[in-house]
């Protein structure tokens, strides 16, 4: 499950006045959640047992194979997680001292669906493998595209000033544009 939960974007999910990001992945033997406010990040990972033990202590009158509930838990999540939760459902969150714990309510066959997930903090390989290395890996990425843009615009003013000294003239003046000047756009993108 964790390394398929790689595979799955973050998304931004907004439970009462606090903002999240979480990712999770449902299978039929289990599921993993993991969700971060940026300062903790917590997960739970739990196995068909644990989730049939659930099930059993908050929907005493469903009785209903795992592998539904676990269908039932990801098309809950599904349209969470992409910022448009179905109006029958609600999510709440409660945080204490290490832990978070995710409610949700819903219907199941027409009676009430109740589920709980109680994250924990997750641990320092999961949080750098999940958050850290891929939020690093897309840092250099994007300084290596502005690298490759800021060459591309230095050529261009090149040629637009060889074009210029060869006598070409604008036919439209609004197309005019200053030439770059890379200090000045490092010391701005700094400072925004």
């Known amino acids: 499950l ?6 799955q974007p973050w998304a931004s999910v907004c439970l009462g006045e606090s903002t999240f990001l979480a990712k999770a992945c449902f299978r039929d033997t289990g599921y993993i959640l993991l969700i ?5 990040v917590w997960y739970e990972n739990v ?9 059993k202590e908050l929907n005493k009158r469903l009785t209903v194979h795992v592998s539904s509930f676990l269908h039932h838990l990801r098309n809950l999540m599904r ?21 978070l714990s995710l409610r949700v309510k819903s219907e199941l066959s027409g009676l009430p669906f109740y589920w709980n997930f109680h994250c924990c903090p997750a641990p320092v390989e999961m949080v750098s493998c999940h ?5 690093i ?9 502005v ?3 800021t060459s591309l615009l230095l050529e261009k003013d090149a040629e637009i000033e060889d074009y ?11 197309l005019r544009t200053e030439p770059f000047q890379e200090e000045k756009f490092k010391q701005n993108f700094m400072t925004e």
Not at 36 to 40: E, P, R, V
Not at 164 to 174: C, H, K, P, Y
């Open 147 to 149: 690298q490759k843009l």
């Open 164 to 174: 210029q000294e060869s006598g070409a003239v604008l036919s439209r003046d609004r």
């Open 137 to 145: 890996r897309m840092s250099l990425v994007l300084q290596y595209q």
């Open 47 to 55: 196995d068909a047992e644990a989730v049939e033990q659930r099930s």
């Open 2 to 7: 964790e390394s398929s939960l790689l595979t």
């Open 36 to 40: 971060s406010d940026l300062s903790s």
């Open 79 to 99: 349209p969470f997680l992409a910022g448009q939760p179905d109006t029958a459902t609600s999510f709440s969150c409660h945080r204490a001292v290490g832990s």
């Open 131 to 135: 958050l850290v290395q891929p939020l």
